[in-house]
């Protein structure tokens, strides 16, 4: 339990600056060795700590105790066209950002285990530069949000396992943008002439999931989890600077209260000779928790002191499938594929902020094992569809080419 303590106090510090990407805002990259089968399975494969995340009930598979430490980089890239006012213009989106994830577990006895684990569930960052044509709307959106999780499993007998997650969840965001040339100030238009806007708030929540497990034999298994809504209450600052306007300029107190939606997750897995099969359908209740996002702020940039953003997002489906070739008891090797449905299914709904659509993904991956140790690299490419931002009347633009790669190494020690 020492060593474990001491791992987790660093991973702690270097799961804060996580920033992540995703559909929906969603993520899954808190495994490596799952990556390279699209997270297919996850929750009860049993071959690294990450159940301790997906359903903790899966806690049980580890029969020694140990811990994890994953790095994950994913690259954005996406082609920008001009609509309407903006015909013609391009732009582009480019960039990489990291993602870790760590986990720990020590097991009590043969039937009750304990687990901590630090990840991001959710998360997103779409940057663009300074002088593209939407700037006025949108440059940096950046959400971090990471989970302090303490879970425990019990097996109840041959077949059944169950498990609870308790989660401490921090939430921090940050957005930036250009002043429009021309505003509506206290009632009349004025040129504004410029400067940056730039919004930041940060909040703690608590949360929970729930688990369970069964075994048919030692080949074939089923597993559930639930994780629960969490309402987050973020508060911050509303930054104005650089506007010939003064009455403009100037830092003021900001509040959001963002909720993070329930999910419902199935995965099944079947051994036949030396192949593993997996898949997992994920439901997520985003109608419940998302339908829009309001800052409040005394700004004059703001009417009536707030800006409702009007979402409206979907539920959702995410389904993947992969497999598990055990070449030997050193070598695994691993694919998959996946679709990540998207919440936001109309131009109208959709921001430059979140230019979310329907994605597809395939992956492969590998484990190394030698004597305590485990190493995992896996790799991931997702193709999304083309899709028309028009939530932003004064901004809108066609996405093409949307893609993204993620690449993950991961070193898993038991004790």
Do not use: C
């Not at 009860?44 to 995340?53: E, F, T, V």
């Not at 040339?181 to 206290?186: E, F, G, I, K």
């Not at 003064?246 to 199935?266: C, R």
């Amino acid at each position: 339990m020492k060593r474990i303590s001491k791992y987790l106090v660093g991973l702690a510090v270097l799961a804060m600056t996580a920033p992540a990407l995703a559909g929906g805002y969603q993520l899954n990259d808190y495994s490596v060795t799952g990556l390279g089968r699209s997270y297919a399975g996850q929750g009860i494969m049993g071959d690294d700590y990450s159940a301790i995340a997906f359903n903790p009930a899966g806690m049980t598979l580890m029969k020694r105790s140990g811990v994890q430490q994953s790095f994950s980089m994913i690259n954005l890239k996406a082609d920008l066209r001009g609509v309407g006012a903006h015909a013609g213009e391009k732009a582009k989106m480019d960039f990489w950002q990291p993602i870790p994830a760590g986990f720990a577990q020590y097991n009590v006895n043969d039937r009750l285990s304990l687990g901590l684990g630090i990840y991001a569930p959710y998360g997103l960052k779409t940057e663009y530069k300074a002088n593209w044509f939407g700037s006025n709307a949108a440059i940096l959106s950046k959400l971090d949000i990471v989970d302090f999780n303490l879970s425990a499993a019990y097996k109840i007998d041959d077949h059944w396992s169950v498990g609870a997650s308790a989660i401490l969840r921090y939430i921090y965001g940050r957005m930036t943008q250009s002043v429009p040339l021309m505003l509506p100030v206290r009632g009349s238009l004025q040129p504004a002439g410029g400067g940056e806007i730039n919004f930041n708030v940060h909040g703690w929540t608590q949360t929970a999931a729930l688990g369970a497990m069964y075994e048919v034999d030692k080949n074939t298994r089923f597993g559930l989890s639930y994780r629960l809504r969490s309402a987050q209450r973020a508060k911050g600052l509303f930054k104005v600077s650089g506007n010939n306007l003064q009455i403009l300029n100037g830092v003021t107190d900001v509040h959001a209260n963002p909720d993070l939606p329930e999910t419902i997750t199935f995965s099944a897995y079947h051994r036949y000779k030396d192949i593993g099969f997996s898949g997992t359908a994920r439901w997520t209740h985003w109608t419940s928790s998302f339908p829009n996002f309001t800052i409040r702020a005394n700004s004059p940039l703001l009417q009536n002191g707030e800006k409702n953003t009007d979402y409206r997002y979907q539920n959702t489906w995410t389904l993947t499938a992969g497999a598990d070739y055990y070449y030997n008891k050193n070598w695994t090797f691993r694919l998959g594929g996946g679709w990540d449905e998207s919440p936001t299914h109309k131009p109208e709904r959709r921001t430059i902020r979140i230019p979310d659509n329907d994605r597809w993904w395939m992956s492969v991956g590998a484990s190394y094992i030698r004597d305590n140790w485990q190493l995992d690299v896996a790799y991931a490419h997702m193709i999304g569809k083309t899709g028309l931002a028009m939530e932003d009347t004064s901004v809108q633009a066609k996405y093409k080419n949307m893609q993204s790669h993620i690449l993950g190494i991961q070193v898993q020690y038991k004790f």
